[in-house]
């Protein structure tokens, strides 16, 4: 995975950083990619161990228990062999 980091400024607009196939990367250096699942459903996938790491009904209720300050959304590159 190529990754370019997009902002390094300390404004965030949560809802436009956790739109459906962004990729954020935390603090702890962990890389999220956000996906729908259509049935209104929605998760954070750990790229680092493909795993998914929450689910919530809402992008808003997401974005509300899991969003921080220290994140950074990602220009990601992923490649699938």
């Known amino acids: 995975m190529k ?3 997009k902002n390094k400024n300390n404004k965030h ?7 459906v196939g962004n990729v954020i990367q935390w ?4 890389i999220y990619l956000v996906v729908d ?3 209104l459903d929605y998760s954070l996938v750990d790229l680092t161990n493909n795993k998914v790491y ?10 509300s228990d899991l969003a921080s300050e ?6 990601a590159e992923i490649k699938v062999f």
């Open 3 to 5: 990754i370019n980091y």
């Open 54 to 63: 929450a689910t919530y009904d809402t992008l808003e209720n997401l974005i």
């Open 70 to 75: 220290s994140d950074v959304l990602v220009n």
């Open 27 to 30: 603090i702890n250096g962990n």
């Open 37 to 39: 699942h259509g049935e």
């Open 13 to 19: 607009n949560f809802e436009e950083m956790y739109q």
